[in-house]
């Protein structure tokens, strides 16, 4: 079954470390998306790619980093510059306003 | 400001009654319109879009929306909540000077009292 594969699930990490996080997908979607979700904030854009090799920046891209190698994968790196990391981190892709998220990714900074 | 509000954070409707979320967006031209539901801790699922046409949309789950042109809205209802329904619910927009990029209201979390 096509799909949006985000991993790990839940990772912690330490204070001033750099971490990056997995998005894979077989939908052959040309745009993929990283959002970030904190509670009573929505979703916000992090970082978008329309296409292989070219990504811009969204809403709330300082601390943050991406990478559009492939068209399966876009990989989120949240910096030690992110002043508040911990948050849930949902990965999109899309084709013609037709949307799919991954299950998302639990960033825990202690 | 161009904005999705959703203006309701919690709401809590018994099992069996209707529900009514609601959603205004700010923006030049009428973009292309969402809703979505999220579990704790889950992606998000589509319930419904707007992008045309008939003003009132059928989605999944039994839950519809009206766009109202005239209000800048596009409010979620369901006319008879279930337990299951409890999520955290949100709209979303994709304004035409966005390209595709969907822009997300700050969500509306329901809870079902049985």
């Known amino acids: 079954d096509g799909g949006i594969t985000q991993s790990p699930k839940y990772l912690f990490r330490k204070e001033g470390q750099n971490v990056t996080l997995s998005c894979e997908q077989n939908?052959?979607?040309?745009?993929m998306y990283w959002y970030r979700q904190d509670p009573g904030q929505g979703l916000r854009l992090i970082y978008y790619?329309?296409?292989?090799?070219?990504?811009q920046k969204g809403d709330i891209a300082e601390g943050y980093s991406v990478s559009r190698e492939k068209k399966e994968s876009f990989p989120l790196t949240v910096t030690s510059a992110q002043k508040n990391p911990t948050a849930f981190y949902l990965c999109?892709?899309?084709?013609?306003?037709?949307?799919?998220f991954g299950s998302g990714t639990r960033l825990t900074v202690v | 400001a161009q904005s999705v509000t959703q203006p309701d954070i919690h709401i809590t409707v018994s099992e069996g009654a209707s529900l009514e979320l609601r959603c205004n967006y700010s923006?030049?031209?009428?973009?292309?319109l969402f809703w979505y539901v999220q579990s704790p801790g889950q992606g998000l699922q589509l319930l419904l879009k707007?992008?045309?046409?008939?003003?009132l949309v059928q989605g999944i789950k039994g839950f519809e929306a009206e766009f109202k042109r005239s209000q800048s809205s596009f409010n979620l209802r369901k006319p008879s909540v279930h337990w299951s329904d409890a999520a955290e619910y949100f709209c979303?927009?994709?304004?035409?000077?966005?390209?595709?990029?969907?822009?997300f209201g700050a969500g509306t979390i329901l809870r079902v009292k049985s």
């Open positions: 939908l052959n979607h040309d745009a």
């Open positions: 999109a892709s899309s084709i013609a306003y037709g949307y799919t």
């Open positions: 790619s329309q296409i292989v090799n070219d990504f």
């Open positions: 707007y992008f045309s046409g008939d003003t």
């Open positions: 979303a927009v994709a304004p035409m000077e966005y390209g595709n990029k969907l822009v």
């Open positions: 923006y030049g031209a009428t973009p292309y």
